[in-house]
């Protein structure tokens, strides 16, 4: 059986490659679409023209968003980690955080359903905020 820490630390992992794996399929799809449409690199600089010329933003969006909820998550594991005080119950949260991301990843890179990523995502942000409210307080407890 793992300890605590090895167990939030593999979620902390878990989401990293989730990342990287969007950002992978993200350059998969840009080079596609660049080579399919003849579009020079410098023409997508800006993100107006990568949104003109580029038709499936699909990949890059999800990639964005694993940087931006993901953070507070991210600041909470290492909060926990570097004060070696973490609660049984933080890393079976993180995971169900993790799980919860890898589906909205997997929405919005496919089908991008707007009302299911939405639900999803609003799961993930309940279960990051219990995850913060519910530390602290049991940091303020111990």
């Known amino acids: 059986m793992l300890n605590p820490e090895t167990f939030l630390a593999l979620a902390c992992i878990a989401l990293m490659l989730l990342t990287f794996g969007v950002g992978l399929l993200m350059l998969r799809r840009r080079v596609q679409q660049m080579r399919a449409g ?4 410098q023409s997508l600089a800006l993100s107006a023209a990568r949104a003109a010329l580029l038709k ?8 964005n968003h694993l ?17 070696r005080w ?8 993180a995971w169900l955080f ?15 359903r707007v009302m299911q990523r939405f639900r999803l995502f609003m ?7 219990v995850m913060c409210v ?7 407890m111990r």
């Open 56 to 63: 499936d933003s699909r990949a890059s969006d999800n990639y």
């Open 134 to 140: 519910g530390y602290a307080v049991a940091l303020l």
């Open 67 to 83: 940087f931006e909820l993901p953070v507070i998550f991210y600041a909470l594991c290492t909060l926990a980690l570097a004060l």
């Open 86 to 93: 973490v609660p049984v119950w933080l890393p079976w949260c």
């Open 98 to 112: 993790v799980a919860l991301r890898v589906a909205h990843s997997a929405v919005q890179v496919s089908h991008n």
């Open 38 to 41: 003849r579009i020079r690199p």
């Open 123 to 129: 799961a993930g942000f309940a279960t990051l905020g």
